[in-house]
């Protein structure tokens, strides 16, 4: 059970990484956006140029009544990831705004926050996102390679072909190989006597 649920994980997690790998190349052309618009909240997700772009809007006020509810998809030319940073520093002139800025490698934070709305941003570099998502499909395969590279336990199994010895713990009938303590033993049988009836 535990193990399906790892190969299901790892699978949606391989999707996911080849989903951000596309966005990430497209960021670069284009801009893909995802808006959740509501009453009291807009809240959108886009592409930057080589970055993913979170953008969080609450005013005290409800949002235009004109406006789309809901969510929809738009595409758009590229732009920097610095484009809401920027708009965020340009509506700093009230004297009640709290402002909350970090940029580090790519990754950026802002929280600007006043009397009458919020706003907060935050900025990834696609490879942080694809490094992330690809963490199960890595672990499936260092699972896989340490398997096939582990010697093969000879507990009562051949340790060529992995076959089960117990009936003929002499020899290994699939693959006539003699088990190691046999051999340290000294006593090498002979094909006939190790397929003999006992």
């Known amino acids: 059970m535990l193990r399906r649920l790892f190969n299901l994980v790892t699978g949606a997690s391989l999707l996911l990484t080849a989903a951000i790998a596309l966005l990430w190349w ?4 284009r801009s893909d956006k995802i808006t959740w618009s ?10 930057a140029q080589g970055c993913a772009v979170l953008h969080l809007y609450r005013p ?5 009544s004109g406006d789309i509810r809901g969510l929809h998809y738009t595409q758009d030319l590229p732009t920097s990831a610095q484009l809401e940073m920027l708009g965020v ?12 800025h970090w940029n ?12 009458s709305n919020l706003i907060v941003t935050a900025v990834a570099p696609f490879w942080s996102l694809a490094g992330a998502t690809s963490m199960f499909p890595l672990a499936w395969t260092g699972v896989r390679v340490r398997r096939r590279l582990r010697p093969r336990k000879t ?13 003929t713990p002499d020899r290994c009938p699939e693959c006539g190989n003699i088990p190691a303590q046999q051999m340290v033993a000294g006593a090498i049988p002979s094909p006939a006597s190790a397929l003999a009836p006992r």
């Open 155 to 167: 507990n009562g199994l051949c340790p060529a072909c992995g076959y089960d010895l117990r009936a």
């Open 38 to 47: 509501q009453d009291h909240s807009l809240t959108t997700l886009r592409s």
């Open 104 to 115: 580090r490698a790519g990754f950026a934070w802002t929280h600007r926050q006043n009397n």
């Open 89 to 100: 520093f340009l509506l700093c002139s009230d004297s009640s705004v709290r402002l909350v």
């Open 60 to 64: 005290e006020r409800s949002i235009r």
């Open 26 to 29: 497209q960021s670069y052309t």
